[in-house]
């Protein structure tokens, strides 16, 4: 999971409200939430001012999301 999935979600938000708030599709959404595609430098410092995080909390210097360790949880089934 990445963190930008993980703060869209204790934030109450689908994907679908996310991309509407910033102007694009739901699929960009998750294919970047998903890490299939680098988002452009727009892209992530919209979504950072939307969670109202620095870019460099959820992205990486080359701009991929950053992923976040979930080991000590279990998974729901």
């Known amino acids: 999971m990445t963190q930008i ?6 934030k109450g938000l689908s994907q ?5 708030r910033l102007g694009v599709s739901a699929t960009i959404v998750s294919h970047t939430e998903k890490r299939y595609r680098r988002p452009y430098p727009k892209f992530r410092r919209a979504l950072a001012d939307l969670y109202g995080l620095p870019e460099s909390m959820l992205f990486s ?11 000590g949880f279990a998974k729901a089934e």
Not at 16 to 20: F, I, K, L, N, S
Not at 61 to 71: A, Q, R, Y
């Open 61 to 71: 210097p080359d701009g991929w999301p950053l992923e976040v360790e979930l080991s």
């Open 16 to 20: 679908t409200e996310v991309a509407a």
């Open 5 to 10: 999935e993980l703060i869209r979600r204790m």
